[in-house]
């Protein structure tokens, strides 16, 4: 069977939702495919930074998106000591209508997303649809190839098909783009503890020890727990077992130790295989690569989701009108990376310089925390942590909504509807 779109997006992630829904309220008929049947899965980007926070207001969504489950960190401080901390990034110094990064389970997002996209008469998403290959004719991308829910084969040509598709993105292989891939020593193990009504944590605060380290995250009722270690030694730590494990954590935050027994096996402890690589170039005539498809971002900062809602945002208001007139050309499509380049690369360079300088000196045992000279500049010179705060919160070049999928807020919307 063979379909027509303007638009098809492959994966309804962040960046492939966003995309959906602004195009959509250009008047773009646009067909998000996303693999899974749902959007529940866990240890995916959860932090939306301030400048998601702020479009989504501009979208009129933030009435919705306060109504979902969610905690809020006002800064990231490394402690010094029993009752001493420094304050790295200070959100609450930022002078944005936000000033915290807020911590939501990435399915409530998308699904709040796909909600406002689905109030849109051009928005199509298609649950349990995979896209396997890519149409090519004269050279050019003209659509994909899927495999449905029950397992038919199909095809929907497109003016436009967008990989969405994460780090490991098919339709990039597909396409032979291959990434620029940097050199990471890290990975991460992600895993929940309980939570406890005296949990008093408005920040992220790394505790550190010898080989490895540890980044809380309080989260609705639980904490999120990040273990780092070196790259490669998943098997090694499986091995140990569950109780090496344990005594780990409880080694690295003394004030965990009393819940690290709901830790069952280690098949509840899930290894994320860190990447930091980018694409040299993010389009072929008829194809854009955006978000982990383009450029794969360490998890330090936290700042792989907001990149790519902010390459969304930037595609969909270059791609909008050549969409709406029916042709989009590769000078276009170029255009999106050359406006979406610099933050990344700046990005990238500060996740490589915290990998070298304060990463892995925790894990080669030769210091616990950022360097003596950072740490005397971040006590007696406050405004650094507010040039961090606004580095990772809002970034080098925060994008707006296009005017086109502006809306009121819901609450004022209704007044104005009555």
Same mark, same amino acid.
């Given at each position: 069977?063979?379909?027509?779109?303007?638009?098809?997006?492959?994966?309804?992630?962040?960046?492939? !939702?966003?995309?959906?829904?602004?195009?959509?309220?250009?008047?773009?008929?646009?067909?998000?495919?996303?693999?899974?049947?749902?959007?529940?899965?866990?240890?995916?980007?959860?932090?939306?930074?301030?400048?998601?926070?702020?479009?989504?207001?501009?979208?009129?969504?933030?009435?919705?998106?306060?109504?979902?489950?969610?905690?809020?960190?006002?800064?990231?401080?490394?402690?010094?000591?029993?009752?001493?901390? +420094?304050?790295?990034?200070?959100?609450?110094?930022?002078? =944005?209508?936000?000033?915290?990064?807020?911590?939501?389970?990435?399915?409530?997002?998308?699904?709040?997303?796909?909600?406002?996209?689905?109030?849109?008469?051009?928005?199509?998403?298609?649950?349990? =649809?995979?896209?396997?290959?890519?149409?090519?004719?004269?050279?050019?991308?003209?659509? +994909?190839?899927?495999?449905?829910?029950?397992?038919?084969?199909?095809?929907?040509?497109?003016?436009?098909?967008?990989?969405?598709?994460?780090?490991?993105?098919?339709?990039?292989?597909?396409?032979?783009?291959?990434?620029?891939?940097?050199?990471?020593?890290?990975?991460?193990?992600?895993?929940?503890?309980?939570?406890?009504?005296?949990?008093?944590?408005?920040?992220?605060?790394?505790?550190?020890?010898?080989?490895?380290?540890? +980044?809380?995250?309080?989260?609705?009722?639980?904490?999120?727990?990040?273990?780092?270690?070196?790259?490669?030694?998943?098997?090694?730590?499986?091995?140990?077992?569950?109780?090496?494990?344990?005594?780990?954590?409880?080694?690295?935050?003394?004030?965990?130790?009393?819940?690290?027994?709901? *830790?069952?096996? !280690?098949?509840?402890?899930?290894?994320?295989?860190?990447?930091?690589?980018?694409?040299?170039?993010?389009?072929?005539?008829?194809?854009?690569? *955006?978000?982990?498809?383009?450029?794969?971002?360490?998890?330090?900062?936290?700042?792989?989701?907001?990149?790519?809602?902010?390459?969304?945002?930037?595609?969909?208001?270059?791609?909008?009108?050549?969409?709406?007139?029916?042709?989009?050309?590769?000078?276009?499509?170029?255009?999106?990376?050359?406006?979406?380049? *610099?933050?990344?690369?700046?990005?990238?360079? !500060?996740?490589?310089?915290?990998?070298?300088?304060?990463?892995?000196?925790?894990?080669?045992?030769?210091?616990?925390?950022?360097?003596?000279?950072?740490?005397?500049?971040?006590?007696?010179?406050?405004? !650094?942590?507010?040039?961090?705060?606004?580095?990772?919160?809002?970034?080098?070049?925060?994008?707006?909504?296009?005017?086109?999928?502006?809306?009121?807020?819901?609450?004022?919307?209704?007044?104005?509807?009555?």
């Amino acid at each position: 069977m063979t379909e027509q779109t303007t638009c098809v997006v492959v994966g309804g992630g962040p960046a492939g !939702m966003v995309l959906g829904l602004l195009l959509a309220r250009a008047g773009v008929e646009v067909t998000v495919l996303e693999k899974h049947a749902d959007f529940l899965r866990d240890f995916r980007g959860d932090t939306v930074h301030p400048s998601t926070l702020r479009l989504l207001d501009e979208l009129g969504l933030a009435e919705r998106f306060a109504e979902l489950p969610q905690s809020r960190l006002s800064q990231v401080a490394f402690p010094l000591g029993e009752d001493r901390e +420094v304050v790295v990034a200070d959100f609450r110094r930022l002078r =944005t209508p936000h000033r915290y990064v807020a911590m939501v389970p990435q399915w409530d997002l998308l699904n709040l997303l796909a909600g406002a996209a689905g109030e849109e008469p051009s928005f199509t998403l298609r649950m349990r =649809t995979e896209g396997t290959g890519l149409l090519r004719e004269s050279g050019r991308v003209r659509g +994909v190839r899927y495999r449905g829910p029950d397992g038919e084969l199909g095809e929907i040509r497109a003016d436009l098909t967008v990989a969405c598709d994460g780090r490991w993105s098919t339709v990039r292989q597909q396409a032979d783009l291959r990434p620029r891939e940097f050199p990471v020593p890290i990975d991460a193990w992600w895993f929940r503890l309980p939570g406890d009504p005296g949990d008093r944590l408005n920040g992220l605060a790394p505790r550190a020890g010898r080989g490895r380290f540890a +980044v809380v995250i309080p989260r609705e009722g639980y904490l999120q727990v990040a273990y780092i270690a070196r790259k490669g030694t998943d098997a090694e730590l499986r091995a140990r077992g569950i109780g090496s494990f344990r005594r780990d954590i409880a080694e690295l935050a003394p004030g965990l130790a009393d819940r690290v027994a709901a *830790l069952a096996s !280690m098949d509840e402890v899930k290894h994320l295989d860190v990447r930091l690589n980018r694409l040299d170039r993010w389009h072929l005539d008829g194809l854009l690569c *955006l978000g982990d498809a383009a450029h794969a971002m360490s998890p330090v900062g936290g700042v792989g989701i907001n990149l790519a809602v902010q390459d969304a945002v930037a595609a969909a208001t270059l791609l909008a009108g050549p969409l709406r007139r029916g042709a989009v050309t590769p000078a276009e499509l170029a255009g999106v990376r050359a406006r979406r380049l *610099l933050p990344t690369v700046l990005v990238q360079r !500060m996740q490589r310089l915290m990998h070298r300088n304060m990463v892995m000196p925790i894990l080669d045992g030769r210091r616990a925390g950022p360097p003596a000279p950072v740490l005397a500049l971040l006590r007696h010179f406050p405004p !650094m942590s507010l040039a961090l705060a606004y580095l990772i919160g809002v970034g080098v070049r925060p994008e707006h909504a296009p005017a086109f999928a502006r809306r009121p807020p819901a609450a004022r919307r209704g007044i104005e509807d009555s």
